[in-house]
């Protein structure tokens, strides 16, 4: 079901907008004492307090907060005060961290890091690992996140000279817990386990905190749960939901375990237990104002009514989703402005804060999923106007949701582009400084040095190819959007839309309707196809399908269409460039077919030879030198890029490619030597 897809994706997802004043990863402190206070402070006192404001509005208010740590900085600077520069630059790690300016963070982390390994400052140097680690956490780099993760971990179990470790038993806990949740997510689910069932009894043997105890208890089961081991995962569930406690992050948990527990127990076929403990959580959930697990567990409901056909009850489910999502948009918030501020609803913002743009993407996704439901029961009611609306919110909300998924991963790339720079940087300075002092101690030894050298120049290169791999597939990406822009025709779309207003006006809702669908989903599938590389030979076809079906209506009689696919190749698993050829088949419509008096054909093939797929556009129109004529006279403003741009596309995945992507057009003659037509050749490498 549509539940199980999101809740693996979401439910162990660490998320905040209202947080603690306190995490056990990173402390704040009362504002009002501080600004008290600052102005008779002077030296490092003051920058000691500057950098306490700064950390305490670091995810309140981020100008204000830059303002403090900007201030701090300077004086530091001034005084030689190391550790407080060290206290700004790690400030301005968590404000970028937080409001989605990951470069910036990771750079202020790594000043931070230099700064309190010249200090030899162990402690604070574990923990900076450890706030670069979860900044690769979301950008979704889980290799870098175990990366640092570990060395965060080993730097924390280090022994000082006295005989003690570096960071306490809870720092350790906090790092294993970080870790653990990656190995989740990138599909290590064993390699989870056993690190939550060992934190689970050292948190147990050392007195941890209720709330600790069932966040890492239900996610046990969580983790049993994604492996199909139910009845451990069950066992798990039951510890969490059995503790006793009255305090509200405590409470929070154990309604998490209870939907995971409802969701195994609709999985066994308990519908009766499963929806029970469903509307326990709900009704739990909406008591507190936390409104966004309240949506999920009514979203829940509804898609479980819906597909055992009580629909009035899924539409009563759905629509009181629609009541809590609507609140939380007209709020900006995911809870009502009474709930508790210094609670842990998820779970793990209780050792750190996440990102707002985390949230939205989540709160969107419930959206869909609301949205989705109200306009597959009017549908299957007949209530037509009432489909289109929710129809139309959910398309909104798919477009929506990948606007945000765009924006990430655009953030994503660039972000992984400037973490090599850095790691860069720091190589090479590592390798001039341990040369430099090589030098010093052992100048007779110039063979060894010359080899420092070409190690050197070695990683140089390394980096700089990496780094123009990294570069050409920005460029790909970009070359995508364009492409994608040049595609969204705006002729094309307005008279697509014409002809859906015109179908309501004249009150034909059913046409408006498919109209309507046909019309977002090539829209839809031009938006996917524009942020992927290669995509399936059955999602392009099905995008040329939709374009021509929809062109026919705009120019009806103009043409009839034909696609054909050699019957060696597997639309489902044979993968080509995205959107190489709608372009042509556009181009076959608009400047071939769309000037002729007669009826015309548009044909296109897809065969396999030699291990190349044949892509054959073939239009019977007037010609690229008619239709050059007649765009001259009749639409002097108009300019298509679309096969400039494929052109320029296929130049840059050539780069990549042993076997090159060719592009040949030709012009087709009658036996009177008259045009008759173009024929488009592309040949894509078989993969």
Same mark, same amino acid.
Not at 74 to 94: I, P, R, S, T, V
Not at 281 to 298: F, H, Q, R, T
Not at 449 to 466: H, K, Y
Not at 588 to 596: D, F, Q
């Given at each position: 079901?549509?539940?199980?897809?999101?809740?693996?994706?979401?439910?162990?997802?660490?998320?905040?907008?209202? $947080?603690?004043?306190?995490?056990?990863?990173?402390?704040?402190?009362?504002?009002?004492?501080?600004?008290?206070?600052?102005?008779?402070?002077?030296?490092?006192?003051?920058?000691?307090?500057?950098?306490?404001?700064?950390?305490?509005?670091?995810?309140?208010?981020?100008?204000?907060?830059?303002?403090?740590?900007?201030?701090?900085?300077?004086?530091?600077?001034?005084?030689?005060?190391?550790?407080?520069?060290?206290?700004?630059?790690?400030?301005?790690?968590?404000?970028?961290?937080?409001?989605?300016?990951?470069?910036?963070?990771?750079?202020?982390?790594?000043?931070?890091?230099?700064?309190?390994?010249?200090?030899?400052?162990?402690?604070?140097?574990?923990?900076?690992?450890?706030?670069?680690?979860?900044?690769?956490?979301?950008?979704?780099?889980?290799?870098?996140?175990?990366?640092?993760?570990?060395?965060?971990?080993?730097?924390?179990?280090?022994?000082?000279?006295?005989?003690?470790?570096?960071?306490?038993?809870?720092?350790?806990?906090?790092?294993?817990?970080?870790?653990?949740?990656?190995?989740?997510?990138?599909?290590?689910?064993?390699?989870?386990?056993?690190?939550?069932?060992?934190?689970?009894?050292?948190?147990?043997?050392?007195?941890?905190?209720?709330?600790?105890?069932?966040?890492?208890?239900?996610?046990?089961?969580?983790?049993?749960?994604?492996?199909?081991?139910?009845?451990?995962?069950?066992?798990?569930?039951?510890?969490?939901?059995?503790?006793?406690?009255?305090?509200?992050?405590?409470?929070?948990?154990?309604?998490?375990?209870?939907?995971?527990?409802?969701?195994?127990?609709?999985?066994?076929?308990?519908?009766?237990?499963?929806?029970?403990?469903?509307?326990?959580?709900?009704?739990?959930?909406?008591?507190?104002?936390?409104?966004?697990?309240?949506?999920?567990?009514?979203?829940?409901?509804?898609?479980?009514?819906?597909?055992?056909?009580?629909?009035?009850?899924?539409?009563?489910? $759905?629509?009181?989703?629609?009541?809590?999502?609507?609140?939380?948009?007209?709020?900006?918030?995911?809870?009502?402005?009474?709930?508790?501020?210094?609670?842990?609803?998820?779970?793990?913002?209780?050792?750190?804060?996440?990102?707002?743009?985390?949230?939205?993407?989540?709160?969107?996704?419930?959206?869909?999923?609301?949205?989705?439901?109200?306009?597959?029961?009017?549908?299957?009611?007949?209530?037509?106007?009432?489909?289109?609306?929710?129809?139309?919110?959910?398309?909104?909300?798919?477009?929506?949701?990948?606007?945000?998924?765009?924006?990430?991963?655009?953030?994503?790339?660039?972000?992984?582009?400037?973490?090599?720079?850095?790691?860069?940087?720091?190589?090479?300075?590592?390798?001039?400084?341990?040369?430099?002092?090589?030098?010093?101690?052992?100048?007779?030894?110039?063979?060894?040095?010359?080899?420092?050298?070409?190690?050197?120049?070695?990683?140089?290169?390394?980096?700089?190819?990496?780094?123009?791999?990294?570069?050409?597939?920005?460029?790909?990406?970009?070359?995508?959007?364009?492409?994608?822009?040049?595609?969204?025709?705006?002729?094309?779309?307005?008279?697509?839309?014409?002809?859906?207003?015109?179908?309501?006006?004249?009150?034909?809702?059913?046409?408006?309707?498919?109209?309507?669908?046909?019309?977002?989903?090539?829209?839809?599938?031009?938006?996917?196809?524009?942020?992927?590389?290669?995509?399936?030979?059955?999602?392009?076809?099905?995008?040329?399908?939709?374009?021509?079906?929809?062109?026919?209506?705009?120019?009806?009689?103009?043409?009839?269409?034909?696609?054909?696919?050699?019957?060696?190749?597997?639309?489902?698993?044979?993968?080509?460039?995205?959107?190489?050829?709608?372009?042509?088949?556009?181009?076959?419509?608009?400047?071939?077919?769309?000037?002729?008096?007669?009826?015309?054909?548009?044909?296109?093939?897809?065969?396999?030879?030699?291990?190349?797929?044949?892509?054959?556009?073939?239009?019977?129109?007037?010609?690229?030198?008619?239709?050059?004529?007649?765009?001259?006279?009749?639409?002097?403003?108009?300019?298509?890029?679309?096969?400039?741009?494929?052109?320029?596309?296929?130049?840059?995945?050539?780069?990549?490619?042993?076997?090159?992507?060719?592009?040949?057009?030709?012009?087709?003659?009658?036996?009177?030597?008259?045009?008759?037509?173009?024929?488009?050749?592309?040949?894509?490498?078989?993969?």
């Amino acid at each position: 079901m549509f539940h199980r897809i999101l809740i693996a994706a979401f439910l162990l997802s660490s998320s905040l907008h209202g $947080f603690p004043q306190k995490f056990i990863a990173f402390q704040t402190f009362d504002v009002d004492s501080l600004r008290a206070v600052l102005p008779g402070q002077a030296g490092e006192e003051r920058v000691i307090t500057l950098n306490w404001l700064a950390a305490s509005l670091s995810f309140i208010d981020e100008k204000i907060s830059l303002e403090f740590a900007d201030s701090a900085l300077a004086l530091a600077k001034e005084l030689g005060f190391k550790a407080g520069m060290a206290d700004a630059f790690q400030n301005y790690g968590h404000i970028y961290k937080y409001y989605g300016k990951y470069p910036q963070a990771l750079t202020n982390f790594f000043e931070a890091l230099s700064i309190c390994q010249e200090m030899d400052d162990k402690y604070r140097e574990f923990w900076l690992y450890y706030f670069i680690a979860t900044t690769h956490y979301t950008t979704n780099n889980k290799e870098k996140t175990i990366e640092y993760g570990n060395i965060a971990l080993d730097k924390c179990q280090e022994r000082l000279p006295g005989g003690a470790m570096v960071g306490s038993l809870k720092d350790q806990v906090i790092i294993k817990l970080g870790l653990a949740q990656t190995y989740t997510e990138m599909g290590s689910v064993e390699e989870s386990l056993k690190i939550r069932r060992e934190t689970l009894s050292v948190m147990k043997a050392n007195h941890f905190s209720n709330t600790e105890i069932l966040l890492t208890a239900w996610t046990i089961g969580a983790d049993y749960y994604g492996l199909g081991i139910l009845d451990s995962a069950r066992a798990y569930f039951q510890v969490a939901i059995s503790m006793s406690t009255d305090e509200i992050s405590s409470q929070a948990q154990k309604y998490r375990a209870l939907m995971w527990l409802a969701d195994l127990q609709d999985t066994e076929g308990k519908t009766d237990s499963a929806i029970a403990n469903m509307e326990s959580a709900l009704k739990w959930y909406d008591e507190k104002g936390i409104m966004i697990w309240a949506v999920y567990a009514s979203n829940y409901l509804g898609n479980f009514y819906y597909y055992t056909n009580k629909l009035h009850l899924a539409e009563y489910s $759905f629509k009181t989703s629609e009541k809590l999502f609507n609140e939380m948009l007209a709020r900006n918030s995911f809870y009502r402005s009474d709930v508790p501020q210094n609670a842990a609803f998820y779970g793990f913002e209780l050792y750190f804060p996440v990102p707002p743009r985390i949230l939205k993407e989540l709160m969107w996704n419930w959206g869909e999923w609301l949205y989705k439901g109200l306009y597959l029961i009017n549908e299957k009611e007949n209530r037509t106007r009432e489909a289109l609306k929710y129809h139309i919110l959910f398309k909104n909300a798919v477009d929506t949701l990948n606007n945000i998924r765009q924006n990430r991963e655009t953030i994503e790339i660039q972000t992984r582009y400037e973490l090599e720079q850095k790691e860069l940087q720091i190589g090479l300075l590592s390798e001039e400084n341990a040369f430099k002092s090589y030098k010093l101690r052992q100048s007779r030894i110039i063979l060894l040095g010359l080899a420092g050298l070409i190690t050197l120049v070695i990683l140089l290169a390394i980096a700089l190819i990496r780094q123009g791999r990294l570069r050409e597939k920005q460029n790909s990406l970009i070359l995508q959007q364009k492409l994608f822009r040049a595609q969204m025709n705006p002729h094309f779309i307005f008279n697509s839309l014409s002809s859906i207003h015109h179908y309501m006006i004249n009150e034909k809702p059913a046409k408006a309707a498919s109209y309507l669908s046909k019309f977002s989903k090539l829209i839809r599938n031009i938006l996917q196809g524009s942020t992927e590389e290669y995509i399936s030979l059955s999602n392009e076809i099905g995008i040329i399908e939709n374009y021509l079906e929809l062109q026919i209506l705009r120019f009806p009689g103009k043409f009839d269409f034909k696609i054909e696919v050699d019957e060696a190749l597997d639309p489902d698993h044979t993968c080509i460039p995205s959107m190489i050829t709608q372009p042509f088949v556009e181009n076959a419509i608009e400047h071939g077919l769309r000037y002729k008096e007669q009826r015309g054909m548009v044909k296109v093939s897809f065969t396999l030879k030699d291990d190349m797929i044949n892509i054959v556009v073939e239009d019977e129109g007037i010609g690229r030198k008619k239709a050059g004529e007649l765009k001259s006279e009749r639409d002097k403003d108009h300019h298509s890029l679309a096969t400039s741009l494929i052109q320029d596309r296929i130049r840059a995945l050539n780069r990549t490619l042993k076997k090159k992507i060719t592009l040949d057009i030709l012009d087709l003659s009658n036996d009177r030597g008259e045009p008759a037509g173009t024929r488009v050749i592309i040949e894509v490498p078989f993969r």
